[in-house]
């Protein structure tokens, strides 16, 4: 594909102002159109003496055309939250800022002994805006330690917003940060950024090329389509690629790759990575090979038999993180998915729940490839004024493919999170009959690390095809669903969030299984976010249905079949909090008994702080 | 009779629109386009013909003429809410409860999503202004639902919503379909 359309070159959207061709078939067309009209007004009137005249609904009602809108004030109750509501929310281990607006992860790497995270970070608001690059580093991805902020928009190619970027590690150890910034005429362009000292493990300080910016948007691509260079990878020749979300033509998405030998110089190659019309803008593209074999993660640029490469791109249009799995060809530099039918952007999703900019890179330390995510608030900005904070990141997670089903990669949580692990419970085989609620006493609910396991007997047999995905949540019972876990629910159920599998009958005598999360009674307030998310999960002939769920407070992870479906989600009860919060089984098919096997662990805080300078030492 | 008399009428109105000069089409189609795109078609046509730097603007500027319009609606119910407020003793508490809670959603709509709509359009990232202006639309509807018995604010919030409504669907209109 060639990048050459010229925007100035293009029709322009509105009439030009006078077009010397156009006012004989204009008229004519002006002529046909009045008889035309005068027809179907005539035939509109005589229609009308007939019927009384209909008042047309507004559309909007109708439609509920804002997501976060509400299309009707029926039946709703004023809400007025407290401090300890608000309070409550803040997460105990999701990391976090101390205050303000963060969203997404950048330039996530390892040196000298710490992990280093870089976000989107506001220093004076809880809302977007004024864009800086916060800084945070741990031993253990886990337990993190504020640092002051490591990049500022203090020059022209950035005084807009120090964006989005990644990092790429030279094989001499050397760091190169690549980020995109917005400059004083809101053009994006992408610049190059280095330690001051990289024998300072904890790179407090950054200088920029300056020779900056070293990328701006090439011809074809508009000043605000140009954003969020990837990590590099080496080239067969010696060479480095990286490469950037864009869109052409308006709708098609597509990733465009850069070629440098010293991250200075950099040459656009013709033609794109990969396109998928009707996506729009790709954001945050992340691009890294897989080992099929599916134990081994891999260096950015490795490349042979027995490797695969995701593609994954943030969508600007609907705010949902995308990927797809297959073949990159370096000579060419053109990657083309295993199953086009769902190719990056139309098939699975890295997260099916509130979740977007994810990020991943290589922890050469321990040999594994880590996933970061942004996950927002989906509460009003008066709240989060109030509370003076917005936005957390997830549990970092280990990425692999899934050798066993070959379509899907496993998400699962770093290991290191088990040290927060205090005590356990388990729990075997219990019961839970169709309709029924089963309480599981464990003691405070809000920091939990749970790992279930369900069997189903079927009562009844049922091979009539069921149609749909999660439903209408918890409450839309089938045969062999939905079943699993309610959390952060109060004693009376008032509130509550249930995570839960719903497999439904398909063709052939097989069941085709969906994973939810059901927020609509996560919390009495009206003016928070309440969605059923969820996706299909893969479930194996000899696999039973699995779960692990990590829950925060106001964040809950949970993770389907060893991470093959995963959803974030973000509740704000009003009542299921601190000491009212309880945890339940449930199972609201109606077909099947369920029993349930848990082992249950709650979590220590991870006391994510600043990091003691004075006293020198963690 | 009525019949004959509608469609003479019907004529007419069709003769002056053939042989409009093309001109003043231009930008009133891009106008219209636009605004049946948008939940509330009447209220996107005035809200951008009554404002005069519509007539040559891009669709990013309608968006920003739009936000200007929503800043404009917010300020005037801020200000009669604050109105409202100074009868003081004469208000019962659970009005007064209301009124305050409302006056602090409303400097958010004006003091955190109007700039945050700004900054993105400006920017390019068109997702915040999206997240902003349907925040708006929620603390107006928020608003609204704190008082218990009857609304002194419900026709303001209503345009407030309404506007805040139309906004976000001009934005989505920039990410998905127009090329400017």
Known sequence: ?????????????????????????????????????????????????????????????????????????????????????????????????????????????????????????????????????????????????????????????????????????????????????????????????????????????????????????????????????????????????????SKFNTTIGISLVYHTTNFRDYELLDGVLHAVPGTGMWECVDFYPVAINGSVALDTSSFGPGIKHVLKASLDNTKVDHYAIGTYAPKTDKWTPDNPEEDVGIGLKVDYGRYYASKTFFDQHKQRRVLWGWINETDTETADLKKGWASLQTIPRTVLYDNKTGTNLRQWPVEEVESLRLNSTMFKEVLVEPGSVVPLDIGTTTQLDILAEFEIEPLISSTTNEIGNCGDGAVDRSTYGPFGLLVIADASLSELTPIYFRPLNASGGTLKTYFCTDETRSSKASDVFKQVYGGKVPVLDDENYNMRVLVDHSIVESFAQGGRTVISSRIYPTEAIYGAARLFLFNNATGVNVRATLKIWELNSAFIRPFPFERDSV | ????????????????????????????????????????????????????????????????????????????????????????????????????????????????????????????????????????????????????????????????????????SIVKIIQTKFSF
């Open chain 1, 1 to 245: 594909m060639e990048a050459s359309y010229d925007p100035e070159q293009n029709p322009p959207l509105h009439a030009p102002l006078l077009d010397r061709s156009s006012p004989r078939t204009g008229r004519f067309a002006a002529v046909f159109a009045c008889l035309f009209s005068l027809i179907s007004l005539l035939a509109l009137i005589i229609n009308q003496t007939q019927q009384p005249f209909e008042k047309v609904q507004p559309r909007g009602v109708a439609e509920g055309v804002s997501a976060k809108s509400n299309p009707s004030l029926l039946n709703q109750v004023p809400f007025n939250w407290t401090n300890a509501m608000f309070s409550w929310q803040r997460s105990a281990y999701h990391f976090q800022p101390q205050k303000n607006w963060m969203n997404d992860p950048n330039g996530p790497l390892y040196h000298k002994g710490w992990y280093h995270l870089f976000y989107q970070y506001n220093p004076y608001s809880a809302i977007w805006g004024n864009i800086t690059w916060g800084h945070a580093v741990s031993r253990d991805l886990i337990h993190w330690l504020y640092l002051p902020l490591a990049l500022v928009p203090d020059h022209w190619y950035d005084i807009k917003g120090v964006w989005t970027g990644s990092a790429t590690i030279l094989p001499d150890a050397q760091i190169i940060m690549l980020y995109t910034g917005e400059t004083n005429e809101s053009v994006q362009v992408q610049n190059l950024a280095y330690p001051a000292n990289l024998s300072d493990p904890l790179l407090l300080h950054w200088l920029q090329y300056p020779g900056n910016p070293v990328m701006v948007p090439p011809p074809g691509i508009k000043p605000d389509d140009f954003r969020d260079p990837t990590t590099a990878w080496l080239g067969p020749e010696g060479t480095w690629r990286l490469t950037m979300g």
């Open chain 2, 1 to 168: 009779m009525k019949i004959l008399i509608v469609i003479i009428f019907a004529f007419l109105v069709c003769q002056a629109n053939a042989f409009r000069p093309i001109l003043l089409l231009g930008n009133q189609n891009l106008i219209e386009r636009t605004c049946k795109q948008t939940p509330f078609y009447d209220l996107c046509i005035w809200s951008l013909k009554s404002n005069p730097e519509s007539r040559d603007a891009s669709v990013k500027k309608l968006a920003q003429i739009m936000v200007d319009s929503l800043k404009t609606k917010a300020t005037e119910t801020l200000d009669l809410i604050d109105e409202l407020l100074q009868d003081g003793l004469a208000l019962d508490p659970e009005m007064q409860k209301a009124l305050t809670s409302c006056a602090e959603r409303y400097n958010v709509i004006i003091r955190g999503d109007v700039p945050e709509i700004n900054e993105a359009l400006k920017t390019g990232d068109y997702k915040f202004a999206a997240k902003g202006a349907n925040d708006a639309a929620i603390e107006a509807n928020s608003c609204e639902i704190e008082f218990p018995t009857k609304s002194p604010l419900t026709d303001m919030n209503k345009v407030v919503h309404d506007v805040s409504v139309v906004a976000a």
